[in-house]
């Protein structure tokens, strides 16, 4: 009885019924992910859909196999790092080629409604202060400043493509090692108040981060696509992806921006510490989705 018991244990283990018309809503196990989930969950049970959820679930490597044996039906994405995921080889890195790049990997079992524009991606990111003194906009405009700027990322960023080789090979922005900063927390409270401390002068951080804009932090654009591209979008099992699902999720999708992402990060994650499902309920209904969509 133990051994059975055991081996029944995950919930995710077990194949779902892929025939079914009822919907199980998925999530990574932070808290954007919940909420745009719970965005996902309440519209789609708007618009009469029968919706079930298993959220927290952890990372790809778990979520992913789940979704190909219908234990859940949908989850939210990451477009560029899901292209990684499944394709190690890809270097598409703009947008529009790394959702044709994700088309093209997705395979039989696996598809993807029409991404959001918002994203949350890494990004070059300086103070009020510095932007205004040295006139940035670009990263190509902090170039110029190499020799005076330290940098403060996780430590595989010196390494890793998008990182410090990307930034120098797209940007001329040649940050020395003596100048970088390995800060282990993917971008979060120590990096933000070493920057804000004036301990480095540019950082890594994600683009929905709630404390850019509590912080009055400027995000340098990046035209030259060192980033890949990270639009949020619906993954779904291809036996679960029907056109009023799709109709529904793009309806979502379509004011699912990188603004609106951070006000519901910092709704979540900042002061408020609102719960995700309170915050995707008052999100659907400022945004006019808490009614069938036409």
């Not at 992910?33 to 990372?59: C, M």
């Not at 003194?133 to 595989?156: C, N, Q, R, Y």
Request: charged share 20%; net charge negative; proline share 5%.
């Amino acid at each position: 009885m133990i051994v059975s018991a055991c081996g029944n244990s995950d919930p995710l283990a077990a194949t779902g019924d892929c025939t079914s018309d009822a919907l199980i809503i998925g999530s990574a196990n932070f808290p954007e992910s919940e909420t745009v989930a719970n965005i996902y969950t309440e519209v789609l049970r708007i618009n009469g859909f029968k919706v079930d959820t298993k959220f927290n679930i952890g990372s790809r490597e778990a979520y992913i196999p789940a979704l190909r044996q219908c234990a859940i039906s949908l989850i939210p994405e990451y477009t560029g790092n899901l292209l990684q995921y499944l394709d190690k080889d890809a270097t598409a890195t703009s947008a529009t080629e790394v959702t044709a790049a994700l088309n093209g990997a997705l395979g039989s079992d696996l598809a993807i409604a029409t991404p959001a524009p918002g994203q949350d991606s890494d990004a070059v990111v300086v103070t009020r202060a510095t932007a205004d003194k040295w006139k940035l906009t670009s990263i190509a405009d902090l170039a110029p400043h190499s020799a005076e700027v330290t940098f403060g990322a996780m430590a595989e960023f010196a390494q890793r493509p998008g990182g410090l080789p990307g930034l120098k090979k797209n940007y001329g922005l040649d940050i020395s090692e003596a100048n970088f900063s390995p800060i282990a927390d993917g971008g979060g409270p120590a990096t933000v108040r070493a920057l804000v401390d004036g301990q480095i002068i540019a950082a890594d951080i994600y683009t929905t981060s709630p404390a850019i804009v509590e912080n009055d932090l400027v995000v340098l654009t990046d035209p030259k696509h060192n980033f890949a591209a990270q639009n949020v979008v619906p993954l779904f099992n291809a036996a679960k992806k029907t056109d009023k699902a799709m109709a529904v999720l793009d309806a979502v999708s379509a004011k699912l921006t990188t603004t609106e992402l951070i006000s519901l990060n910092t709704a979540v994650s900042g002061d408020a510490k609102i719960e995700p499902k309170a915050a995707a309920l008052a999100w659907i209904t400022a945004q006019g989705l808490n009614s069938p969509i036409g």
